[in-house]
């Protein structure tokens, strides 16, 4: 018996190649759509690591409202009220499409809003989230970002955690650092970490980020994945983000962002001199789109190096 060795990346893609170059071209579209949306492939990419963060996901679910917000976050919750489009916050990481999908069934959420009370009109709900998705922060540790052996990641404003957790298993990071100013969110974090035993590498402040000067300049990796907006005012914002601008310094260093820095700068009228901060680098999203992929949550997610 012939004993076939694993294929490396690129031994993979010339057998599949040569496996699709055998296809008549009549049947080719088929096959290619077919590997696309296949429940079949889409069982292989799913793994251990996949399946450990939904646990995670469940046991936050329990813990919290639908809306996955809490009590002390009633201002957030009135700033999305104000939202010119009618918009409901559902986190990404606790909730994937299939999940909304299960709560309209049950009644417990819609996807719509009445445009004209008592009538049938309605029009699609915005969804806001301040969490990466599951299948988003794969994408993020394992296409968006370099190996992390020996590097320390600094998640601001973690909430629930989900970049940490992430961090923790689908990468090598020797540090994943969180900074939380909401206290219950902090706790729900610890029982995570505790529950996990994730602590050897996560650790997570309860603290304002601008009072973190040094975490800022040692980190090699900075989250800031919709950060101040919904949080704090205009004026706080502002301060936030020269904050970011004048202690994020660390040369190589790589900072994510969603959205990118321009829009979020822009909003606030804020001119700070990017191109002697940060270089962009272009994030490749064709290589990971799939059945359940979101193309515009993947190329809200930007790529920054420090000069």
């Not at 996807?111 to 989230?129: H, I, Q, V």
């Not at 998640?155 to 940490?164: E, H, I």
């Not at 000067?213 to 090699?220: G, N, V």
Request: hydrophobic letters at 40%; charged letters at 25%.
């Amino acid at each position: 018996m012939v004993v076939v060795g694993q294929m490396d990346e690129a031994g993979a893609q010339n057998a599949l190649l040569t496996l699709l170059g055998q296809v008549s071209p009549s049947a080719l579209p088929k096959v290619i759509q077919w590997m696309k949306t296949s429940s079949e492939i889409e069982e292989l990419t799913t793994s251990n690591s996949d399946v450990l963060l939904h646990n995670i996901a469940d046991d936050l679910r329990n813990c919290l409202p639908v809306e996955a917000m809490v009590i002390s976050e009633k201002e957030v919750m009135e700033e999305i009220q104000r939202l010119q489009r009618p918009t409901l916050h559902v986190d990404a990481f606790l909730y994937d499409d299939d999940a909304i999908d299960s709560l309209c069934e049950d009644g417990k959420m819609s996807r719509n809003y009445c445009m004209s009370c008592g009538s049938t009109k309605t029009a699609p709900l915005d969804f806001l989230s301040h969490s990466f998705s599951i299948l988003e922060l794969r994408f993020l540790f394992h296409h968006v970002l370099p190996d992390l052996s020996g590097k320390m990641v600094l998640d601001v404003g973690s909430r629930l955690g989900a970049v940490l957790y992430a961090g923790y298993i689908y990468s090598s990071a020797s540090k994943l650092e969180g900074v939380e100013i909401n206290v219950e969110f902090c706790e729900l974090q610890e029982k995570i970490i505790n529950k996990y035993h994730f602590s050897d590498r996560i650790r997570v402040h309860h603290s304002d980020i601008c009072s973190q000067k040094s975490l800022l300049h040692q980190a090699d990796v900075v989250v800031l994945n919709n950060v101040f907006e919904y949080f704090l005012n205009k004026e706080e914002q502002m301060k936030a983000w020269i904050f970011m601008y004048e202690n994020i310094r660390k040369k190589g260093c790589l900072v994510v962002t969603v959205p990118s820095l321009k829009e979020s700068l822009t909003k606030l009228q804020i001119s700070l001199q990017l191109d002697q901060w940060v270089e962009e680098i272009e994030v490749d999203t064709n290589m990971f789109m799939g059945p359940d992929t979101d193309p515009e949550a993947l190329s809200d997610i930007h790529l920054y190096k420090v000069f």
